[in-house]
């Protein structure tokens, strides 16, 4: 994601020490950085990286106003005051973000050389990969909850089948004479084993991804930690105590909104009542925004068009890591030809090949190995695409069947009646 893009604004004013005044402008969070930027002159009067940060808190300045100091490794402190539409709301943010960076690590470009274009392919088709996994990790559950479908179908034929055998019994003129016994049949069993398996009780297998997180509904005054958790059938917001604050069946989400690569916002529509949404704030949101891709392909929406992936959404898991294993695999092929031998002719040449980034052997070695699990992801995904819509094909036909045999059945039940 863009470094420079824009988190969280919050007009507010900035104590200026050099003039021993209070400056109204605006606080921007960046993913690294905050900045204050003056209203009247677009003079951006302090910025400085999360990571020289040691402290942040809530204070109050001159006993009046309540400000958000932030205390920099040189013992510089700056003071934030009147900030909209609230200081907790602010600091909550600011503090989720700097206290994400500090777990991640130091940051690892101040240390290391430029990146090289193949470091930065390598780096790409890694990112590549994890949202393959993500997905073959959905489309995994998927395929469980399919199974525990035609699993529930298989015992609703065994219920059908004594439903059957009684009224067939009932029909009968002479069964209250009967010699046979009036039993239930001793196999009700499904032949699939065990009953179906909800989706609500799908436990910690049905867990996608986990993540912290700032949870907002209705006004931004009002932000509280939390947690977001995508499910196969679902999603779920929890407080900072663990306790589920609201959950999105995955069929009632109408709409999710990308506003930031870091904000996304959550809605369910009602009619005659007022919607359901939540507007999350998380600086792990850009390893979630790929699974809602996903999950809600046709409900999801990024209001800036900087923010859509470049590949198109009708195109499947399985496309995607072939056309990139294609891809990935012309460039290795062009990286392994820019370098002719010195006694082909081609070396006294002057060639175009020169001027192409070149990829050393270790880059090479390390974009073979992922590509081939890539590849083999890609493969797996497919399969697994393919099982799952012969699977939906079975369960379609016998939904069908078992409502017909239903439709009889009543028919049946109504004329003894």
Known sequence: MNRDVCIHAWPCSYYLESEKQWVPGKLSLMPLSLKFTADKTGETLVSFPLSSVTEIKKEASHFIFS???????????????????????????????WRALLLSGPPAEAASPPMTEGRKLTSLMACSQKRLEDTSRVLHHQGEQLDGIARGLDRMESDLDTTDRLLTELESPWWPFSSKSWKMPSETKPRGGTSVVSSKGFGKEGIVINIPALISQGTESHVKSGRFTILVSGLEIHNADSLLVHRFEREDVDDIKVLTPYEISIRQRFIGKPDIAYQLISAKMPEVIPILEVQFSKKIEFLDSTLMPRSTGTSSAAEKGNSLWHAASELMDHAGCCEPSSGSPDSRLPSVQSSMP????????????????????????????????????????????????????????????
């Open 358 to 417: 070149f990829i050393s052997e270790g880059d090479t070695q390390e974009l073979g190995q992922i590509l081939r699990k890539l590849r083999g992801l890609a493969l797996d995904t497919e399969a697994e695409l393919e099982k799952q819509n012969e699977a939906l094909d079975s369960i379609t036909t016998a939904v069908d069947q078992t409502t017909l045999t239903i439709h009889k059945h009543d028919r049946r039940m109504k004329k003894l009646a």
């Open 67 to 97: 400000s958000i100091t932030v205390l920099e490794k040189d013992c510089l402190k700056h003071w934030f005051s009147a900030l909209q539409p609230s200081r907790n709301a602010a600091f909550s943010t600011i503090e989720h973000f």
